[in-house]
């Protein structure tokens, strides 16, 4: 272990009380608290939350496009903050396609800690709309590598544009394991997460997965119709090209230039058969709304 690496020393007082918030200790490593955990500083009368924080959570993580990555400057230790674009993998393990160029990667080359800091916008005070901070580290992946082109086409599928540069020599993908989240989802509504809260569950989901290209091929060839009315009639959405740009267990990513829903299924899908029976249901529902 590197002296970057080493985990910050908790104070005597720092552990989480017991209330609605999970505990910020580390699962795997107990005595080495999760990053990104809020200090111990809630009133014993703050009232309990009242809303879904590990869903809220793993829909930001799904739907924004762009977020503000923070990585330790390689030269000082001081917080790097940079603007880059965002997909996911099947798991919701944030992506992104940086140049070996740009200082954020000379960084995670050197010390591959770093949080993704991603927010909604809206109209008024910025800071009464939701936003997710996931803390974790960066792997890069080389071109050859066995799911290169899956996440290739994960991203693209997000990022269209970034066809024009994504094959560029000094351009990689790189994919963040999660270690822990912090949710604020506006006044007196945060909570932090353990990488289990955000992370969608793959596990004997491999038929699905191996599906997932000819599936959102399909259903975009196929089936516009119903794929329009996913967006329009079930999430209330305003007509357009809309599009599956990606698929996983837990629903389905739909684009629209660069507007992004997310469409939850009724229930886990991990095989093709299934996932057929799920979405004629959905469209189905969407007809009769």
């Known amino acids: 272990m590197t ?17 609605s918030r999970p505990e910020g200790r580390n699962r795997t490593n107990p005595e080495r608290p999760l990053p990104g955990t809020m200090p111990d500083r809630l009133p014993e009368t703050a009232p309990a939350p009242d809303f879904d924080a590990k869903s809220t959570a793993k829909k930001l993580l799904r739907l924004i496009r762009a977020g503000a990555l923070a990585t330790i400057d390689r030269n000082t230790g001081h917080p790097f903050g940079s ?4 997909a996911t993998d099947s798991d919701g393990s944030p992506l992104i396609l940086i140049s070996r160029l740009s200082s954020h990667t000379a960084n995670l080359e050197t010390d591959s800690r770093a949080s993704v800091l991603l927010a909604t916008a809206g ?10 901070t996931v803390l974790g580290r960066f792997t890069k992946i080389a071109r050859d590598a066995a799911d290169e082109a899956h996440l290739r086409r994960r991203f693209l599928a997000r990022h269209p544009k970034a066809e024009l540069y994504a094959g560029f ?42 599906i997932e290209a000819s599936a959102v091929a399909h259903m975009n060839e196929d089936h516009a119709d119903a794929v329009a009315l996913y967006a329009t009639k079930l999430l209330g959405a305003t007509a357009g090209p809309w599009r599956v740009i990606a698929l996983d267990p ?29 979405l004629a249901d959905l469209a189905k529902r969407a007809r009769g709304s």
Do not use: Y
């Open 169 to 210: 020599a000094d351009f990689a993908l790189w994919r963040m394991t999660i270690e822990s989240a912090h949710l604020n989802a506006g006044f007196a509504r945060a909570a932090d997460l353990t990488a289990a809260d955000v992370i969608t569950d793959i596990s004997g989901a491999r038929d699905l997965l191996d």
């Open 123 to 132: 109209k008024g005070d910025p800071l009464a709309h939701p936003r997710l």
């Open 250 to 278: 837990d629903g389905l990513d739909l684009g629209c230039g660069d507007a992004v829903l997310r469409l939850d299924f009724p229930q886990r899908v991990t095989a093709a058969g299934q996932l057929r029976e799920v």
């Open 3 to 19: 002296p970057s690496d080493k985990a910050p020393v908790a104070p005597d007082n720092a552990s989480m009380a017991e209330s």
């Open 83 to 86: 603007l880059v674009n965002v």
